[in-house]
């Protein structure tokens, strides 16, 4: 008796989905793996600032804070050039390699060509600027990758998923080259050489992954891929106003918004260096165990994105989310609770109360890092979703709307952190691991580690309610693209 074969998801739904193959997803998503060199670089500027170009540590912090404003705006401004552009090879590999060349040659101007030469403080803010163009034009051409090459639902959050690989690995194999392969070449001594060579080790791999990267989305980088439905409204430019009319109109993505940087906020607050301090130094009483903690994680929160994203394909991004969202909001709860009952100085010190956390904390990572992939599908589901509302297909626009009100939000998480610590004493310095316990210090940890998350969970339960993005409506969404554009066609 022959095995009955198993219906695609386009013969189950009714709709013939545009798929890539698992390479194709694999390869395109090294361009993520391309940013995470050139982040792991521009993580020693305060060092090459100092040693480079004479600028006092605390100047270099207060410039690359400023340069997230400038961040912030350049997102809508490049995404609305991304969706402008069109040429008859498609766009992608172009703002994909463009930026890159951009960035490479702000990082070679900052690390090897300008620094030790007598340059100052007005040079290394230029650089650095021309460096957050390069870095926001490859990362928006990078953010529409995902809804150009696949609109399958099954597929989509598998892009997540490889893009979540490249993100934990790259930057631990380039932080290993440079701490163990260069470092001690140099006497370990972070001086201008060392660094000029870090650039160069860095740079050289993030192009082999770029390369790699326009090969796997070339057969998707096409002209025919980014375009709306032929109708009249279709047929104008994107515009700014197109921007302020998304926000005021498309409910999805409205709802999506104050979803996703309520979570933000409250995970860049909770993850601030204060906050880790404050739990693993004061309360848990070892310091060391942060970093074991985020090695120990980093296997099982792949495996977890793994399982979420093939979740999150069967069920629907929307109910992935809420799933996973209630999860992280029991297991955290649970910590809570932990702390509460037990000597918490203890748990770094009692092997059975160390085990209880980690499983926790893992758990709650876990639980995380499916929402996140669920999250970042989501998004690709809102492009379609505009695109069948308005007739207009905008990656771009939409994809800058949304990473321009989350910078702006999740940029405050620093100051609740530092403000909630001022609350409680800390007015003149900031807490350190040797700081004696306190019932205030003990609570503000909490609430800044455990409950503010919850709390921005909770804002997502309650905005998703409002979404109209459900796996049935995302059907038919697919469903009513393919049945206009096949009306345009025959016109």
Not at 379 to 387: G, M, N, V
Request: a positive charge; proline letters at 3%.
């Amino acid at each position: 008796m022959s095995r009955k074969e198993k219906n695609t998801q386009s013969e189950i739904d009714g709709v013939q989905y545009r798929r890539a193959k698992t390479w194709q997803i694999a390869l395109s998503q090294l361009n993520s793996g391309a940013a995470m060199c050139f982040y792991m670089l521009i993580g020693y500027a305060s060092y090459v600032g100092n040693v480079g170009y004479g600028v006092a540590t605390a100047l270099v912090g207060i410039i690359i804070t400023g340069t997230r404003i400038f961040d912030g705006i350049t997102d809508p401004l490049i995404a609305l050039l991304i969706d402008k552009t069109n040429t008859r090879f498609g766009k992608l590999r172009l703002f994909m390699f463009g930026g890159w060349l951009i960035e490479t040659l702000a990082v070679f101007m900052m690390f090897n060509w300008f620094s030790d030469k007598g340059h100052g403080v007005v040079t290394f803010i230029l650089v650095y600027m021309l460096y957050i163009i390069g870095y926001t034009i490859n990362n928006m051409a990078g953010q529409v990758i995902g809804p150009v090459l696949t609109n399958d639902p099954k597929q989509r959050p598998l892009v997540g998923v490889w893009s979540t690989i490249y993100n934990y690995f790259i930057p631990m194999c380039i932080s290993m080259g440079i701490t163990v392969g260069i470092l001690p070449k140099y006497g370990n001594q972070f001086t201008a050489p060392m660094l000029a060579a870090a650039c160069t080790f860095a740079v050289t791999v993030s192009f082999i992954l770029e390369l790699l990267a326009c090969i796997g989305v070339s057969p998707a980088d096409k002209a025919e891929n980014f375009k709306g439905i032929s109708t009249k409204s279709s047929q104008e430019g994107v515009k700014i106003k197109d921007m302020i009319t998304i926000l005021k109109t498309n409910r999805a993505l409205q709802t999506y918004i104050f979803a996703a940087t309520s979570d933000k906020l409250a995970m860049q607050t909770a993850g601030q260096a204060v906050v880790t301090t404050m739990l693993y130094g004061i309360i848990i009483g070892n310091m060391q165990l942060s970093t074991i903690v985020t090695m120990v994680a980093m296997l099982p929160s792949i495996i977890f994105a793994i399982y979420g994203g093939r979740y999150a394909g069967k069920h629907g991004n929307k109910e992935s989310i809420i799933t996973w969202t209630r999860l992280c909001i029991i297991t955290t709860a649970i910590l809570i609770v932990f702390f509460g009952v037990t000597s918490s100085w203890t748990v770094g010190k009692v092997m059975p109360l160390m085990i209880v956390f980690f499983v926790l904390t893992l758990s709650t990572n876990g639980c995380k890092m499916c929402v996140t992939t669920a999250t970042g599908a989501m998004l690709a589901d809102i492009i379609d979703y505009e695109l069948d509302r308005s007739g207009k297909y905008m990656p771009g626009t939409m994809t800058g709307v949304y990473s321009f009100v989350d910078k702006l939000v999740s940029s405050l998480g620093a100051m609740i952190a530092t403000g909630s610590v001022a609350v409680i004493g800390y007015t003149a310095v900031m807490p350190q691991p040797t700081d004696e316990r306190t019932p205030a210090i003990f609570i503000m940890t909490l609430i800044l580690n455990y409950g503010l998350p919850i709390l921005g969970w909770i804002c997502t339960l309650v905005a998703l309610k409002f979404s109209p993005l459900s796996k049935e409506k995302m059907v038919e969404v697919q469903q009513n693209i393919q049945e206009k554009k096949a009306q345009a066609e025959a016109e």
